[in-house]
């Protein structure tokens, strides 16, 4: 009964075909997130360069007009670019303190059941697609502005810049949330017990110490809010002008994302015009990889700074770096006091500069004048009204569209056609188009992403692949949804030939989903200890046995909480399959592959924007849309919670 | 030695990286017998005791050379499978590892993924091991509990269990107790007294008291040397190294 009675001698090389076979089928799952990206590069640039060599580069990105449709088409990208840089600064000015005090508030100030409520809410937060908060900007934010200021519109930068920080707010919190918990204990303990007050330790000991994961969250901020589209075409509005004055912030701008979202859609293909677009995808892209990249290197960075190790001596090394933004840090709060006051007095709103000035006297004379226990409380206290206003802002959003929506959403709603344009009848074919856009897509990225996180995790060692995988997965991870859109539509659509379709709908979100497969399956996988992977190769147990008997079943949840999270984006995304797979009105329900659908998000899109007088369907449709992505999300947050508690090494 | 020799290191060389880790080991290990290998942190003990059911080809940037001779066939050559290798040489780890699964799980895993698959055999083997690691008394009636209910020492003759259940010839054992209180000590080292009736058992240990009790034959290593070998007793009570009894005496270490 007893195993392994043969003779000792015996432990030659044998031949394990299954072993051969599974890591032949991971490597190709691992290659085929390389081939994604290449190809959406090869694609964006062969479509892009008749536009690069007939206007020429140079007058491409330096022209001031973009005007394609006029009697002499212009094609120049600053006013492009000068909207996209006006909107994305004015959210970081909007996002950064917010977010940073809502992180610090969380990490440090939140009592932990305050703290088990504030985070799921901010990764809630993220889930909302962003055609929702499009809409609620355009119904209620722009309203609000145009009454407050008593312009004729409130469509502008100001718009767009408070938008696109709500929607960049999560990733900014949780990021750096992250940053802050993650600075060791002793380091806290060690300042508290030199007799430093808490605010002391946050501000001298946690945040420097987190600083570089603060930043990374920034670029990480300002990566979401270059790529936005949907939000952005809502309430910005796209007038592809300079703004004159530039700080005019009630002007309208129109931003590279919008340009494309706008344009993409009533362009001839193959024309002039058709190739510009793709150059502004091209450009577009290149700045988002360029901000990954800057993102990438400060978490690198970061990482290495914790292990201890640092290579690189000499001006670039980290610590250098490190040493010169403490330098800074104490200048940092008046620095930016005045550039805002500055900036404040520019477009002419003489007491926002005042109220800046005495709001930092203020903070000076409290600084000099009282105990330290008391600065505290006001830092604090200033803290959590800034944790308030974000917390009631979220509310405030969740309410409107809820208590006006819900009371349209009825069970005919539910189950039927839309009629006259979408302002009666109902959203069944939306339903049931998003519903089967978010399965084919899942269907297809699952195993894809699970096979090479399968492979990245346990079949190699680091070596120059694993770097381009891992690098190829990071851009693939930050690239706008709308670029992916364009790929869709010029690979799948056109060259492959599937037209208008499902097929291309789901292909072109699966490959926007790849990423976030990948990497929480690598989490998943990469928290089993290696204790565990030693145990069973000690045992004499092969790879594939270790890791299907090991290491997959603990982390089936981690990988089921990726699965879940890729499905609430597949399901909110409009951009990717604006131009690959949705119509507007469509009655019947697809017959298969290569019938175009319709989609709750690309409905609620059109509905707020073309239909007028829609007004109760548009509610109802974004509580039908919200209450979906939230439901997603709160599914993946519980079991991630559940098994959180319940597996312990 | 006039035993059977089961494992010859000769000249062993390794590296991780650029750091060169054992220089030019040279040791015999005899069978059924209790072979210790002592010395200071970061002496190779642990490095050492990996290569011989090549752990360290999961370590990232590791090159061995020189011969490890087993049953006189070298387990570093180009034929040799570590995946059959270590179905023979069994190890168990400085920290207790079970997997989180149940007790019974544990230990049928081996046997499972070496293709025994009948419940009744299966069953046969976990009890018969869980006796040879003095757990069943404690165990019994709750084989079906998850491991990782179970104290640190119990982990730990869990983990030998497991590795008792693919029926290999030598057990490695890296620091065993070094996560655990004295009392789970000593019930591992009447453990190892019982096995090196059957097994080779090669272990790692920085109390020299433990490698004093339970060796018949004692290796001090220093910086990546092997400095002396011989009988424990010998050892222990008459160094030829002035190295060895400076750290036998606790002069440094």
Same mark, same amino acid.
């Given at each position: ?89 004015? $959210? ?105 007050? !808490? ?75 058709? !190739? ?78 005042? %109220? ?65 344009? #979408? ?37 190699? +060692? ?42 291309? #709908? ?106 007028? #007088? ?20 709160? @599914? $993946? ?13 | ?42 002496? #190779? ?25 087993? !049953? ?15 179905? +023979?040489? %069994? ?18 895993? @081996? ?143």
């Amino acid at each position: 009964m007893t195993i392994g009675q043969q003779n000792p001698l015996k432990f030659r090389q044998k031949r394990r075909p299954l072993e051969i076979t599974m890591h032949t089928v991971w490597f190709i799952c691992a290659i085929s997130s390389i081939i994604g990206i290449f190809f959406i590069l090869i694609f964006l640039l062969y479509d892009a360069a008749p536009a690069f060599l007939d206007i020429g580069l140079i007058p491409f990105l330096t022209g001031e007009r973009w005007d394609p449709t006029s009697i002499i088409p212009k094609y120049g990208l600053v006013p492009l670019i000068v909207g996209t840089l006006l909107v994305t600064i004015g $959210a970081m000015i909007f996002a950064v303190p917010f977010g940073i005090a809502c992180a610090i508030f969380i990490a440090e100030l939140a009592s932990p059941r305050m703290r088990n409520i504030l985070k799921p809410a901010v990764e809630l937060l993220a889930g909302i697609p962003s055609v929702v908060y499009g809409f609620f900007g355009l119904v209620i934010l722009v309203k609000f502005l145009q009454d407050l200021l008593s312009v004729p519109s409130g469509e502008s930068v100001l718009a767009g810049s408070i938008l696109l920080g709500i929607m960049s707010l999560p990733t900014i919190i949780s990021v750096s949330e992250d940053a802050i918990s993650s600075v060791p204990r002793y380091l806290k303990e060690g300042s508290l017990a030199l007799g430093a007050t !808490h605010w002391q330790t946050i501000s001298q000991v946690i945040v420097p110490a987190a600083l570089s994961g603060i930043t990374a969250a920034v670029i990480l901020g300002i990566g979401r809010a270059v790529g936005e589209t949907m939000a952005v075409i809502m309430v910005t509005g796209n007038a592809a002008i300079i703004p004159s004055p530039i700080w005019n912030i009630l002007s309208p701008v129109r931003t590279l994302t919008g340009t494309l979202g706008i344009e993409m859609g009533e362009v001839a293909v193959g024309s002039l015009h058709y !190739h510009a677009l793709f150059g502004v995808a091209v450009v577009l892209l290149l700045i988002t990889l360029i901000i990954n990249l800057a993102a990438l290197t400060v978490m690198k960075r970061l990482k290495s700074s914790q292990t201890g190790g640092c290579s690189r001596t000499g001006v670039f090394s980290c610590r250098m770096i490190t040493d010169r933004l403490s330098g800074i840090m104490p200048y940092l709060p008046p620095g930016l006091t005045a550039l805002l006051g500055l900036f404040l007095l520019l477009i002419g709103l003489w007491q926002g500069a005042a %109220g800046m000035l005495i709001l930092y006297l203020i903070v000076r004379l409290v600084d000099r004048y009282c105990i330290r226990q008391t600065v505290q409380k006001i830092w604090f206290s200033l803290v959590t009204i800034m944790m308030g206003i974000v917390t009631l802002i979220l509310i405030f959003i969740l309410y409107d569209i809820f208590s006006n929506g819900l009371p349209y959403v009825t069970i005919d709603f539910l189950t039927e056609s839309p009629r006259n344009l #979408g302002r009666g009848g109902g959203i069944f074919p939306a339903i049931i188009g998003t519903f089967y856009l978010v399965i084919g897509s899942i269907l297809i990225a699952l195993p894809l992403g699970i096979g090479a996180a399968i492979y990245l995790v346990e079949y190699t +060692k680091e070596n120059i692949l694993t770097r381009f995988i891992r690098t190829a997965t990071d851009l693939l991870n930050g690239t706008p949804s709308i670029v992916f859109g364009l790929f869709g539509f010029t690979f799948l659509v056109l060259f492959l030939g599937f037209g208008i379709s499902l097929l291309a #709908g789901m292909i072109t979100l699966a490959l926007m989903v790849l990423p976030t497969v990948i990497r929480t399956t690598e989490e998943a996988l990469k928290s089993v200890p290696d204790s565990l992977r030693e145990g069973s190769y000690a045992l004499g147990a092969t790879r594939w046995q270790t890791v299907r008997r090991v290491v997959l079943p603990p982390s089936v949840p981690g990988i089921i909480t990726g699965a879940i999270l890729s499905i609430g984006r597949a399901a909110g995304e409009t951009a990717p399959i604006m131009f690959t797979a949705v119509v507007f009105m469509q009655r019947r329900l697809p017959d298969s592959f290569f019938d175009p659908v319709m989609a709750l998000p690309y409905h609620l899109f059109i509905l707020a924007t073309n239909v007028p #007088g829609a007004r109760n369907n548009q509610y109802a449709t974004a509580v039908v849309l919200l209450f979906l992505v939230i439901m997603i999300y709160g @599914g $993946a947050i519980v079991i991630r919670n559940h098994y959180d508690k319940k597996i312990r090494w | 030695m006039n035993e059977e020799i089961i494992i010859d290191v000769q000249g062993l060389n390794l590296w991780y990286g650029e750091n060169h880790a054992l220089h030019n080991v040279t040791l015999p290990v005899a069978n059924r017998k209790v072979t210790a290998l002592i010395g200071p942190s970061g002496c #190779g003990k642990s490095t050492l005791i990996r290569c011989f059911n090549r752990m360290n080809d999961l370590v990232l940037g590791c090159r061995v050379t020189g011969d490890i001779l087993y !049953h006189g066939q070298n387990i570093n050559g180009p034929d040799a499978d570590p995946v059959e290798l270590r179905r +023979k040489i %069994g190890m168990v780890f400085q920290k207790p590892n079970p997997f989180p699964k149940s007790i019974y799980e544990n230990i049928a895993y @081996g046997p499972r993924v070496h293709g025994i698959k009948n419940k009744r055999d299966l069953d046969e083997i976990v009890e018969s091991c869980l006796h040879k690691a003095a757990l069943w008394e404690e165990v019994k009636d709750r084989l079906h509990d998850s491991a990782m209910s179970l104290s640190g020492g119990q982990q730990q003759r869990l983990c030998i269990a497991r590795t008792l259940a693919v029926n290999p010839e030598i057990i490695l054992m890296d620091e065993p107790c070094s996560a655990l209180d004295p009392i789970a000590t000593s019930k591992i080292e009447d453990l190892i007294e019982e096995l090196k009736k059957e097994y080779c058992v090669i272990i790692v240990t920085h109390s020299m008291s433990q490698a004093s009790r339970v060796s018949d034959y004692t290796a001090f290593m220093y910086l990546g040397d092997l400095i002396e070998f011989g009988e424990t007793r010998q050892i222990f009570e008459n160094p030829h190294k002035e190295l060895t009894e400076n750290y036998i005496t606790g002069r440094f270490g």
